[in-house]
């Protein structure tokens, strides 16, 4: 059974930034695409942002576009999102996910298409 674990959320005032990690159990990390999705209260699940499995591609919601960086380290088997400039709106769960599935990379915005999904990791961005 592939384990996503998410750390590195909290509280940071809008402006500030937060690097979120996901260590992911599989050795075969670096065959998955990795993406991160996001939830606020109240609100469904959202795409934030992925990488193909290889890392040559990556797809970014509007919202964080420029502001958010995805990234993997294969040997470490860990997937990174940064998140600078962020805004109270930016406030949600923020959970990883993980497929071996391939798709057209636009395909990978919907929540339904990962097999693997993390506890989540809280962000609170206050204004």
């Known amino acids: 059974q592939v384990q996503l674990v998410e750390s590195g959320g909290g509280l940071v005032q809008a402006g500030g930034s937060l690097n979120l990690s996901c260590a992911v159990s599989e050795r075969t990390f670096n065959q998955y695409a990795m993406g991160w999705f996001r939830q606020g209260s109240g609100k469904e699940r959202e795409f934030v942002a992925i990488i193909t499995w290889n890392g040559g591609s990556t797809l970014f919601a509007d919202s964080v576009k420029g502001r958010f960086t995805i990234s993997r380290d294969i040997a470490e088997n860990t997937l990174y999102l940064q998140a600078n400039t962020l805004k109270p709106e930016d406030t949600a769960t923020y959970y990883c996910?993980?497929?071996?599935?391939?798709?057209?990379?636009?395909?990978?915005?919907?929540?339904?298409?990962?097999?693997?999904w993390g506890q989540g990791t809280q962000v609170i961005v206050s204004s």
């Open positions: 996910a993980g497929t071996r599935k391939v798709f057209p990379i636009l395909a990978f915005r919907h929540p339904p298409n990962f097999d693997y």
